[in-house]
Nanobody, 125 residues
Framework: QVQLVESGGGLVQAGGSLRLSCAAS????????MGWYRQAPGKQRELVAT???????NYADSVKGRFTISRDNAKNMVYLQMNSLKPEDTAVYYC???????????????????WGQGTQVTVSS
């Protein structure tokens, strides 16, 4: 099994900053990519940012220039530094991992549907 645990959410005023963290643990052989998604009330979950093991990043247009994703491969952690926050950034933020999981000795499975429990980010105007 794999567990993803997010932390760092909270309430902040518009223009403020927050830093989210996500730790992946379990029978992980390799993590190909990690990412952050968010879901606002009444809306579908959407991509915020992803980062591959080699460091390549991808951002939603709405957060470019304000958010920065980074990761610590040795610790299986991913971070999201969020600056210049806006009320429209209010959502539950979820961590996702695209990884290779060890099932048994010499047996591996590729999984893309590992999610954390989410952390609430609320930006007041």
């Amino acid at each position: 099994q794999v567990q993803l645990v997010e932390s760092g959410g909270g309430l902040v005023q518009a223009g403020g900053s927050l830093r989210l963290s996500c730790a992946a643990s379990g029978n992980i052989f390799k993590i190909n990519a990690m990412g952050w998604y968010r879901q606002a009330p009444g809306k579908q979950r959407e991509l915020v940012a992803t980062i591959r093991s080699g460091g390549n990043t991808n951002y939603a247009d709405s957060v470019k220039g304000r958010f920065t994703i980074s990761r610590d491969n040795a610790k299986n952690m991913v971070y999201l530094q969020m600056n210049s926050l806006k009320p429209e950034d209010t959502a539950v933020y979820y961590c996702n991992a695209d990884l290779i999981r060890t099932v048994a000795a010499g047996v591996f499975v590729h999984e893309t549907d590992n999610w954390g429990q989410g952390t609430q980010v609320t930006v007041s105007s």
